[in-house]
């Protein structure tokens, strides 16, 4: 497991931008697949943007062209930068790391679900967007 700290979440209006950081305890950009998901109220958990092992890159539907997940590992941290937000973007940011090898690996499906029962979330952040 790797504790994994979120901020930068915050109320913007519509068109406006938010960038998303997610500290992580040590570094795990070998083989760990990692990314950013988001839960609206009374929805279910999506992903939103994640890189796998291989540095493969993404998105969801709704945010291609808007959202972009990048990485700094020097810093062992990752990032969601949010473009012309719209209100259905307004839910809880979720930062989540899981391995891809190894007796906790998870397989990329169950982590872009957010099923995999080696993941590990951070405590995730607000982001709400006025109309």
């Known amino acids: 497991q790797v504790q994994l700290v979120e901020s930068g979440g915050g109320s913007v209006q519509a068109g406006g931008s938010l960038r998303l950081s997610c500290a992580a305890s040590?570094?795990?950009?070998?083989?760990?697949?990692r990314g950013w998901f988001r839960q609206a109220p009374g929805k279910e958990r999506e992903g939103v943007a994640i890189i796998d092992s291989d540095d493969r890159i993404t998105y969801a539907d709704s945010v291609k062209g808007r959202f972009t997940i990048s990485q700094d590992n020097a810093k062992n941290t990752l990032y969601l930068e949010m473009n012309s937000l719209k209100p259905e973007d307004t839910a809880i940011y979720y930062c989540?790391?899981?391995?891809?090898?190894?007796?906790?690996?998870?397989?990329?499906?169950?982590?872009?679900?957010?099923?995999?029962?080696?993941?590990?979330w951070g405590q995730g952040t607000q982001v709400t967007v006025s109309s």
């Open positions: 040590r570094y795990i950009y070998n083989t760990y697949r």
């Open positions: 989540a790391a899981a391995d891809s090898v190894g007796r906790s690996a998870v397989r990329f499906w169950d982590f872009w679900t957010g099923s995999g029962r080696g993941i590990s």
